[in-house]
């Protein structure tokens, strides 16, 4: 086994490493409380639509009113559920991109301090900088998904407000008077 001279010893010990290390650490951080609300966001989604299978078999079995109102308004929900899943998986796999880019960075800085030398300090900036773009792409994918749950909150108002101006015109039998 070859043992480590003063000097690399001396900067494997180095508080400088630790704290050349604490930037990606935060933006691990971040990508992990993004992964925890996004995975949030997706199992939502999947409840929705789970209850709307259920809604389907009740307007094919016939046990609840207007039928084909409601397979419309359940085909276009079913298809913004589609496209928001694919842009939530879309956006995990780029914060799990960028999560291991920055877990990566990390300890090409640590490396980098304890044997590299400058020639070779701009790869670990390098890799933390892809993750920042994988980052990036998360949160646009977000927010482009944000677009079509607001569709999907408008949709299923809207319809409330279509069964409700439907129950307010039927005939509503009086009650008598005992």
Do not use: H
């Not at 999560?99 to 070779?120: K, R």
């Amino acid at each position: 086994m070859m043992l480590l001279d003063k000097e690399t010893l001396g900067a494997l010990s180095s508080s400088r490493i630790l704290t050349s290390m604490i930037t990606p650490a935060v933006l691990i951080s971040a990508c992990g409380t993004l992964v925890f609300s996004t995975s949030a966001r997706l199992g939502r989604i999947f409840d929705r639509v789970n209850l709307m299978k259920g809604e389907v078999e009740a307007v094919v079995t016939g046990k609840i009113p207007f039928p084909v109102e409601r397979l419309v308004f359940l085909q276009g929900q079913l298809a913004l559920a589609k496209r928001r899943a694919i842009l939530i998986q879309k956006a995990m796999a780029a914060l799990y991109s960028a999560t291991a880019l920055f877990v990566a960075s990390s300890l090409g800085i640590a490396a980098n301090v304890a044997f590299g030398s400058l020639e070779q300090a701009w790869i670990p900036t390098l890799i933390a900088l892809s993750g920042d773009v994988f980052l990036f792409v998360a949160s646009a994918l977000l927010l482009y998904e944000s677009r079509f749950n607001l569709k999907f909150v408008t949709r299923n108002i809207e319809f409330i407000e279509f069964l409700e101006e439907k129950a307010a015109t039927r005939d509503i039998p009086e009650r008598s008077a005992s």
